[in-house]
């Protein structure tokens, strides 16, 4: 399958159509119509034939989609069986509301360590998973090469440690810091969690009629 | 402007065009071209004319696009100024982490109080949100007519603290429960935050040319 051509907007609602599919698939919908899942996605029926086009396909014609057969397929394409490895940066707030509550696993991810400077939290593990001290992660990113980094450290520690962990070996940033990471002399791929986006989305939802 | 016509993906764009358009103008750039947008914001040109166009426009035919004031014509469409308020119901690490860190006021809205069930943390603040038991939650909503609320309780009481807003005139729900919100019965958004949405997307990129 030819990377290089599907859009990036593409890409971005791939996990929508897996986490809906799955969701079908747990509740025993063999079939869905583009139409119907259009409606579940809140696209258009004419979207999603496109956006599966970019990958071949998996409908045919008057049948609509074999719900497992996509969700498998699409969950193949994300790689989520594939089990990519990550390190997590930054024990606050955020970072232990991640640890604690939040299911990697189900997202296809393998979180190895969570990383802090405080020497009182290393040692102590969150869940299953160590805690480690800052001063080890160049040599534990040498041994393990996780591929993926979760920054909930405070923003302004953010740009050094990007550039640290390009240098080490990462590949993709998970960006909960709100700063904008410029590392174009790198082959790294930032993800921003941006909430406020989602906030401003619901304010105007809310609003509905209102003048 | 007739709202109905808007569809839910270009609502959903909308943030991300202000968040750009708010960089875009803080970095002193006064206008930009309709493919310069796209390629920031891994859009087409003429999907961003089309979202536009839903609006009325704003752009002129090869002059591109006045920063500032399509910055605020969105930030006016999204209700950024209008002051939405807010209530957060559960101070668990997510909540703690959301009332600490996360600039409400920049998305345009006001939160209000922070509600827990744990009589230890009653009284105490995060920051300036004063924290209240969840007891006083219909005669604070009663008196206040919060807007939203912050759905960062555990999720089994999810379904149920939802029902409960929706009596107290709550008209939306930012929901971090991961629990899937029926409402149908009443009018009221909700709006979930998967962060395995964004997790997923960045693993798919990371892994780039790799077979």
Chains 1, 2 share one sequence.
């Not at 396909?57 to 089990?83: C, D, H, K, T």
């Not at 440690?161 to 909960?176: D, K, P, T």
Request: net charge neutral; charged share 20%; hydrophobic share 40%.
């Amino acid at each position: 399958m030819p990377k290089q051509k599907v859009s990036p907007a593409v890409v971005r609602r791939l996990p929508r159509y897996f986490r809906h599919l799955e969701e079908l698939s747990l509740s025993g919908v063999t079939r869905i119509s583009s139409r119907l899942l259009a409606q579940r996605l809140g696209l258009t029926a004419s979207q999603i034939r496109q956006d599966l086009n970019c990958f071949g396909g998996f409908g045919q014609q008057g049948y609509g989609y074999n719900v497992e057969n996509l969700r498998a397929e699409i969950g193949e394409i994300l790689g989520v069986s594939r089990g990519t490895t990550a390190v997590l940066i930054g024990v606050g707030n955020i970072g232990r509301a991640l640890c604690n509550n939040f299911d990697f696993a189900r997202a296809g991810v393998g979180l190895l360590a969570a990383f802090d400077v405080n020497p009182a939290l290393v040692g102590q593990s969150l869940g299953r998973i160590p805690l480690l001290h800052i001063d080890t992660l160049d040599a534990f990113c040498a041994a393990h090469r996780p591929a993926i980094a979760v920054l909930t450290l405070p923003r302004e520690l953010a740009p050094q440690m990007a550039e640290r962990l390009s240098r080490l070996g990462v590949r993709g940033l998970w960006n909960f810091t709100n700063v904008d990471l410029h590392l174009h002399e790198h082959d790294v791929q930032v993800e921003d969690v941006h909430f406020a986006d989602s906030l401003m989305t619901l304010c105007y939802r809310a609003r509905g009629e209102e003048p």
